[in-house]
């Protein structure tokens, strides 16, 4: 074999050997913005299951957190919140045996949940209910202010997106042990004509028909009066009776 032809031999070699590093780091491209797409799609189904929750009134919404503790094996489980209740609105026990104590905040979704309320469940849910795992369960988020105080005390805290996969089947247990003090967020939900516009922009739309009206299927829209004026369908299913 001739020196010209070892030479492209190797040449051959090399440009294959980088065709096949591209080729490979490609394929990780594609697979990590694959894993990317694939959580930010389960994200955003699990706040669409959240629809029928939003409408919920204060107490069926404590009734709702405590059917999801029992579906997930919890024991003893009882709605105890109302008046003088001490921060307190479900009780159980955690299939391994410990007390889980839970206070439950049914808010609109663009509201958030500060220090002061995590400072008052903490004062009562250890010392005056003897909780082993002391849990905070809001429809909303929580501000960066109340996650730093929540991780100081042991808190755990279930703000919207964890309530979501809760109630999309995640089980209880196995969502106790993360840290959303480092994996949440405390950015606020877009109110109701807002989170449609967003959720919109996820889904395809079927193109309309001639003749046919975009307001039929959402609506008319109504002003709805008062400082801070807003619109909103009337149709919407996120519409919440936030506090």
């Known amino acids: 074999m001739g020196t010209g032809t070892v030479l492209l031999v190797v040449l051959a070699v090399l440009a294959a050997g980088g065709v096949t590093g591209t080729l490979v780091r490609a394929g990780r491209r594609e697979a990590e913005a694959e894993k990317i797409r694939l959580a930010e799609q389960a994200r955003v189904q699990a ?11 204060d107490r069926e919404f404590e009734e709702y957190v405590a059917e999801l503790c029992r579906r997930d094996g919890c ?4 709605r105890v919140g109302g008046a003088n209740d001490l921060g307190a609105d ?7 045996g410990r007390k889980i104590v839970v206070q439950c905040k049914r808010y609109a979704k663009h509201r958030t ?9 903490n ?22 202010q109340a996650r ?20 999309s089947g995640t089980p209880l247990t196995a969502l106790l042990d993360l840290d959303i003090g480092r994996s949440g967020t405390n950015r606020k939900l877009q109110p109701d004509h807002d989170w449609q516009e967003q959720l919109s922009c996820l889904t395809p739309r079927p193109s309309s028909t001639p003749g046919t009206s975009m307001s039929g299927s959402t609506g008319a ?5 008062g400082a801070g004026t807003r619109t909103r369908t009337r149709s919407h299913p996120y519409r919440s009776r936030g506090h």
């Open 47 to 57: 706040l669409r299951s959240m629809e029928a929750i939003w409408l919920l009134g």
């Open 75 to 78: 024991t003893e489980v009882r």
């Open 90 to 96: 479900v009780i159980g026990r955690l299939p391994d």
């Open 113 to 121: 949940v500060g220090s002061p309320d995590l400072q008052k469940f």
């Open 123 to 144: 004062g009562t849910v250890r010392d005056e209910h003897g909780a082993d795992v002391p849990l905070f369960v809001a429809s909303c988020k929580f501000t960066k």
């Open 148 to 167: 730093a105080f929540a991780a100081r005390r042991s808190l755990v805290l279930f703000d919207v997106d964890l309530l979501g996969f809760w109630n």
């Open 221 to 225: 829209r109504r002003n709805d009066g």
